[in-house]
């Protein structure tokens, strides 16, 4: 923390937070900034005159990406701090309930004795004593047993930190100009109070300090505090509410930094007014939704009771032994009966082992060389510098190299003894060709390739996807990892988008213990391939309110697969009396009022939120992060909810009401479940624990293996197609229908283990006149053997 408030003084006080670059579009400012990232000095020397340009832009950005890294270890400190309490307080509170269940057998014995009438109050405390016995009863009595606070003690175990917090936020007080949005003055007069206390070394809270801004839930420990006239614990509990607090504002927008991207006042991620009044036709016209409330709401209404005459009349129907059919019990609770993914012929897997069997062995750098043949995803890899060079098969050979090494997480210096290039070279190579943007049009390259495919469209349309994160264990600093129980030790995690067709379009790292449902939106709204992806599906980790409405609102469907169903609300657009009537079976569940009218006067701010992730003028994630945790006060965030409500009431009566459509969820998020084996089969090397640090570098090796990843897939899709038009050649039928169950997710034809040879040349020279290997011959399957 320390280090990274020295580093952003440090560019201060070179005025770099005071550069204005407007002058520049942002993606040439970004461009300037990554060539001044990756030059020499000697390098910034030979481009005369644009060095001052590119070390401007360098600057400039630094100073706010710095500024970002301040505030967000700022949050990740204080965050531990209050898990590692929490932990605590978890702990005791087992032990309490321990204890709590022997003085509950206790009085198990106690209360008969009282409450029998005819046992004379002179004789209750020896018969109790006789019965219990002393020694027990001194036990019992020895541990003294006080009532918990509201928190069960948390902010107390927290209290124990107190010295460690204060080790930085005093720095960052004083460093970072915090600012406050409506309903937050008496938090910011506070933070302006904590700010003078800690620059003037007082130790006492003055007299009249706000606390207004406290929690409920820790209010009991500054009113015990000051009753007592403890002033340092008044001062210990005080700051540390304003820190926690400052730290939740931050998390909900309410709380700003100014010149920070990540920490900036919410109202300037979307479209002004002024900019969406000409923007919000198109808009409209572009998603299907009506720019007048009461056309939208109307619509939502007849979506809403499409879906609830479907399940009325699933439920009405329902017996008890139809398998999949939601239905009533007796006491008219829903039974959701369980409900496979699908019903996998049997002659699939049959078929499966025999296609897989009629496929060629290749090597990895064999099978990216042939498929770039086909592709040209390698023309991608630009320089950095701007300069588009020609491709030659030394240049294309070194790139092949680096995507190995980092996909299999070799690193390059393992690849240099594998492949007997030089570690100098590929060291440039990845510096200046292997970025996260070159290799987000790789994988597009790629994908729409596979996309094309005739066995692809038997996979999928491409019209669905899902997400999902994987864990891999990461070693060293970095402030993306954390060290989960369950996974053993530090962990990152990497959040893919798949589509039907098993192709991998969006790759992000995200720390494991934020919640994925704020990543939902981002790679699918930048999806940048051919895909047409509608439909989405996710596990119940992103079935959020605020993603129901986004979805809806940009024009797309959220169809997560959900648990606990029985405890999700749903709502109704009448009173319970009414939707019962027209609902005999179906209205008893819906528990909630729709709220209309918040909904009507917010349409045209939902819409212009919608439109700004739409168009890309805002992050999605930073979008649903900061409304997701903003207040109950937050009228925008209230209305979203409420449209998020109403679409996942829809969605639940389709989903409650189809058994082919909960299958079809389940079925797409297995095929990104199935994906994880084959990206952990490719990052073998290390025991698959990440070692690089940064975020910039661990994206760039999550897509290396996404690209690797789309590579096999798509290359055994293609040769899957041949062995197909092989075999109906031979008079055998294979229906569409037994191909659509068979996985291309699969590496046993592929070697990427031991010495590997990339030479592009010899590996072309190896194909037939259209390009392609052979098939393994009948007679050679049957020992295993290739040709």
């Known amino acids: 923390m320390k280090v990274a408030i020295d580093k952003l003084l440090w560019l201060r006080a070179l005025d770099a937070h005071q550069l204005d670059l407007s002058m520049l579009p942002n993606e040439r400012r970004r461009f300037l900034a990554q060539v001044a990232r990756r030059s020499t000095n000697q390098g910034l020397e030979r481009r005369q005159e644009r060095k001052f340009p590119i070390l401007l832009a360098f600057v ?34 087992v032990e309490r309930a321990k204890q709590g269940e022997t003085r509950q ?13 005819a046992i004379p109050d002179e004789q209750v405390g ?16 020895s541990n003294a047993w006080k009532a918990l606070p509201k928190d069960h003690g948390r902010l107390s175990e927290l209290e124990s930190s107190y010295t460690y917090l204060r080790q930085f936020t005093p720095n960052v007080l004083a460093v970072i100009d915090f600012q406050g949005g409506p309903g937050t003055g008496e938090l910011m007069e506070a933070v302006a109070i904590l700010k003078e206390m800690n620059r003037l070394g007082g130790r006492k809270v003055p007299a009249g300090a706000p606390t207004a801004f406290v929690p409920a839930r820790y209010a009991d420990y500054l009113e015990r505090a000051r009753k007592s006239g403890e002033d340092t614990a008044f001062r210990h509990y005080w700051e540390l509410c304003v820190i926690l607090c400052l730290r939740d504002g931050l998390r909900s927008g309410d709380v700003f930094v100014p010149g920070s991207r990540r920490y900036a006042d919410p109202a300037t991620y979307l479209y002004t007014v002024e900019q969406w009044a000409t923007q919000q036709g198109e808009y409209c016209r572009l998603v299907g939704k009506p720019a007048r409330a009461a056309d939208a709401l109307q619509q939502g209404k007849e979506e809403l009771h499409a879906a609830l005459a479907q399940l009325e009349s699933t439920l009405a129907g329902a017996l008890p032994d139809d398998a999949g059919l939601v239905r009533l019990d007796d006491d008219d609770h829903l039974v959701v009966p369980p409900l496979s993914a699908e019903d996998i012929p049997t002659e699939a897997k049959a078929l ?13 750098a064999s099978l990216l060389i042939e498929l770039d043949a086909r592709t040209g995803f390698l023309d991608c890899f630009t320089h950095a510098g701007g300069r588009k060079l020609t491709k030659t098969a030394e240049t294309k050979r070194n790139i092949l190299a680096v995507l190995i090494a980092l996909a299999t997480n070799l690193g390059l210096a393992r690849m240099s003894e594998a492949c007997g290039l030089s570690y100098d070279v590929l060291a440039w190579t990845m510096e200046w060709y292997v970025r996260e943007e070159t290799l987000r049009e790789a994988n597009t390259v790629i994908v729409n390739h596979h996309y094309q495919l005739e066995l692809s469209q038997v996979f999928g349309g491409g019209t669905m996807s899902s997400s999902d994160g994987q864990r891999f264990p990461v070693r060293g600093k970095t402030l993306t990892g954390r060290t989960m129980v369950i996974h053993g030790g530090q962990v990152l995690s990497t959040y893919t988008h798949v589509s039907d067709q098993w192709s991998t379009y969006g790759t992000k790292i995200i720390v494991p213990t934020a919640r994925e449902a704020h990543f939902v939106l981002d790679d699918f709204l930048g999806n940048a391939t051919d895909l047409p992806i509608t439909e989405h599906a996710t596990d119940t980790h992103g079935a959020t309110l605020i993603n129901f409405a986004l979805f809806d609102l940009v024009g797309k469907a959220l169809t997560p697969r959900m648990r606990d169903l029985t405890r999700v609300t749903l709502v109704r657009d009448d009173t319970p009396t009414e939707i019962a009537k027209r609902y005999p079976h179906a209205g008893p ?10 909904v009507a006067d917010c349409w045209p701010d939902l819409l212009r939120m919608a439109g700004s992730l739409k168009y890309g003028q805002a992050t999605a994630s930073l979008i649903v992060g900061k409304w997701s945790a903003a207040s109950r006060q937050n009228t925008l965030a209230a209305a979203l909810k409420e449209w998020g409500m109403l679409r996942r009431t829809v969605h639940l009566a389709k989903y409650l009401s189809d058994p082919a459509f909960r299958r079809k969820i389940s079925r797409q998020l297995n095929k990104g479940e199935s994906l994880h084996a084959l990206r952990r089969d490719l990052h073998y090397a290390q025991q698959g624990t990440i070692t690089r640090p940064r975020l910039e570098q661990q994206s760039e090796q ?4 996404t690209l690797l990843t789309n590579s096999v ?4 899709t293609e040769y899957y197609s041949r062995a197909v038009v092989e075999l109906r050649g031979q008079g055998r039928d294979v229906p569409d229908e037994v191909l659509s169950h068979i996985s291309p997710g699969h590496s046993d034809n592929i070697n990427f283990f031991g010495v590997i040879s990339v030479d592009v040349e010899a590996e072309l020279a190896k194909l037939d006149t259209g390009g392609w290997r052979p098939l393994r011959p009948a007679q050679l399957r049957q020992l295993g053997l290739t040709p």
């Open 60 to 93: 400039a950005q630094a100073a706010v990406e710095q500024l970002d890294e301040v505030v967000a270890l700022f949050d990740q400190a204080v965050s531990a701090r209050e898990s590692r309490a929490k932990a605590k307080t978890d702990e005791a509170l």
């Open 105 to 117: 057998l206790l009085m198990a014995e106690i209360l008969p004795v009282l409450a029998d009438p």
């Open 126 to 141: 020896g018969l109790l004593r006789e019965r219990i016995g002393m020694q027990r009863l001194r036990e019992i009595t």
């Open 352 to 364: 499966k082992d025999e296609l897989a069997g009629m496929l060629p062995f290749a090597p990895i």
């Open 589 to 598: 569940l819906l528990g909630a009022r729709w709220n209309e009218a918040l």
């Open 702 to 705: 999550a897509w290396c293996l």
């Open 713 to 716: 897939v798509a290359w055994t």
